[in-house]
T-cell receptor
Framework: AQTVTQSQPEMSVQEAETVTLSCTYD???????LFWYKQPPSRQMILVIR??????QNATENRFSVNFQKAAKSFSLKISDSQLGDTAMYFC??????????FGPGTRLSVLP | DGGITQSPKYLFRKEGQNVTLSCEQN?????MYWYRQDPGQGLRLIYY???????QKGDIAEGYSVSREKKESFPLTVTSAQKNPTAFYLC?????????????FGPGTRLTVL
């Protein structure tokens, strides 16, 4: 079975600091996508960043970047210059080509003023 | 504005009743999905549909039913056979046939069984 693990149930960071959320996954597939979604208190799921497994270059989206280590099956999310609006649940998700998503259990991030 | 709408935002049901959750999208996406979210857990797939008049069971389909009569609509019925229906339900959609595979989500419906 394909699984996604997020080993940090809760994290906190001071405003303007940098924080890294970890994600590992287990699969025998070679072609897949990886995603980070954010769920703020409104509970709307928002796409943060997406990575295609065949691309070696790590994806970046403004203050959000990933460290994708395919051999280690690791996909961590780095948030730079943390803002109060970054407070949310963050879900890592994995999707082999043409197959359904598998979501991790989430990490609750609190940005402290 | 393009997007996914879900209604109602909050729904209360008495035990033994069926209820239907609405999901509509105007993104012209082919595929639509229903997920259930419980505290401390990730999203679990209930049903999905890649084309009108066709749908597939996900990981936790028991006690749920769906229909896909129109491309833009994918309602979910929570039946009385669902043993523990209190949860947050999310609908999503995506394009088929491209290499993006990104799912976009609606705002969700909170169902509470009284």
């Amino acid at each position: 079975a394909q699984t996604v693990t997020q080993s940090q149930p809760e994290m906190s960071v001071q405003e303007a600091e940098t924080v890294t959320l970890s994600c590992t996954y287990d699969t025998s597939e070679s072609n897949y996508y990886l995603f980070w979604y954010k769920q703020p208190p409104s509970r709307q799921m928002i796409l943060v960043i997406r990575q295609e497994a065949y691309k070696q270059q790590n994806a970046t989206e403004n203050r959000f970047s990933v460290n994708f280590q395919k051999a280690a099956k690791s996909f961590s999310l780095k948030i730079s210059d943390s803002q109060l609006g970054d407070t949310a649940m963050y879900f890592c998700a994995f999707s082999p080509y043409g197959q359904n998503f598998v979501f991790g259990p989430g990490t609750r991030l609190s940005v402290l003023p | 504005d393009g997007g996914i709408t879900q209604s109602p935002k909050y729904l209360f049901r008495k035990e033994g009743q069926n209820v239907t959750l609405s999901c509509e999208q105007n993104l012209n996406h082919d595929a639509m999905y229903w997920y259930r979210q419980d505290p401390g857990q990730g999203l679990r797939l209930i049903y999905y549909s890649q084309i009108v008049n066709d749908f597939q069971k996900g990981d936790i389909a028991e006690g749920y039913s769906v229909s896909r009569e129109k491309k833009e609509s994918f309602p979910l019925t929570v039946t009385s056979a669902q043993k523990n229906p209190t949860a947050f339900y999310l609908c999503a959609s995506s394009i088929i046939g491209t290499n993006t595979d990104t799912q976009y989500f609606g705002p969700g419906t909170r169902l509470t069984v009284l």
